[in-house]
């Protein structure tokens, strides 16, 4: 007897990952700075110094990395993973009531919560550089449309600023999976001790070598 056919999986499609690169590249430069100064400390330095230093080090390094290295967003079809300083937020598309960006980029939860997108930075120059190109472009079909023989109506993608670009992507993702039974659950949030820890344990290290010293 034949077993019954059992229901076929849905494909898991990989995350989409949104990180800033000029944030990485400047956690990048910091922290060569930080271990050129922060290393010179520790071995030639005299007294205290050295503790100091290396007190110092286990303050700036996670900071250094929470702001610059570690924010990320990664998005699937069922869910968006959110990365910031101190915290990771899991959050199912159905618990998504909308993917913003003012000020800053945001998503904000069916239940009133708000969590700020620390990857996706907006940048007000950007779009106001991406408003001019699109005036310029709107100009340019308008004049086509004048010239004898000229394009009836004009093509090309639209010019939206980065940040504007990302947000549109995962409001997207966010309202085609509004129905999906694999994109329900419940929010989860997880703190970032690996990165709290060592900066706890270094500023209360460095408070004591600067009270003795």
């Known amino acids: 007897m034949d077993n019954p056919q059992q229901p076929t999986a849905e494909p898991v499609h990989a995350d989409r990952a949104y990180r800033s690169l000029s944030g990485i590249a400047a956690g990048v430069l910091l922290l060569a700075l930080t271990g050129w100064i922060g290393g010179d400390a520790l071995v030639r330095g005299e007294g205290l110094t050295p503790w100091v230093a290396f007190a110092g080090l286990l303050v700036l390094v996670p900071l250094i990395v929470a702001f610059t290295l570690r924010p990320a967003v990664f998005a699937n079809d069922d869910r968006l993973r959110v990365r910031n300083p101190f915290r990771t937020i899991v959050l199912p598309w159905q618990t998504v009531a909308d993917v913003r960006a003012g000020y800053s980029s945001e998503v904000l939860t069916e239940d009133g919560a708000t969590y700020q997108l620390w990857a996706v930075p907006v940048s007000l120059r950007q779009r106001k550089t991406a408003a001019r190109r699109q005036s310029r472009a709107a100009a340019g ?11 009836l109506a004009g093509g090309g993608a639209p010019h939206v600023a980065p940040g504007d670009r990302t947000i549109a992507e995962l409001r997207e993702l966010s309202e085609q999976a509004g129905h999906r039974p694999t994109a329900g659950g419940e ?9 709290a820890g060592p900066v706890v344990v270094g500023s209360v290290a460095l408070l004591v070598l600067l009270a003795v010293g």
């Not at 079909?141 to 023989?149: F, H, M």
């Not at 929010?187 to 990165?195: N, P």
């Open 187 to 195: 929010r989860r949030v997880r703190w970032a001790y690996e990165i």
């Open 141 to 151: 079909r308008d004049s086509d449309r004048t010239r004898p023989g000229g394009a």
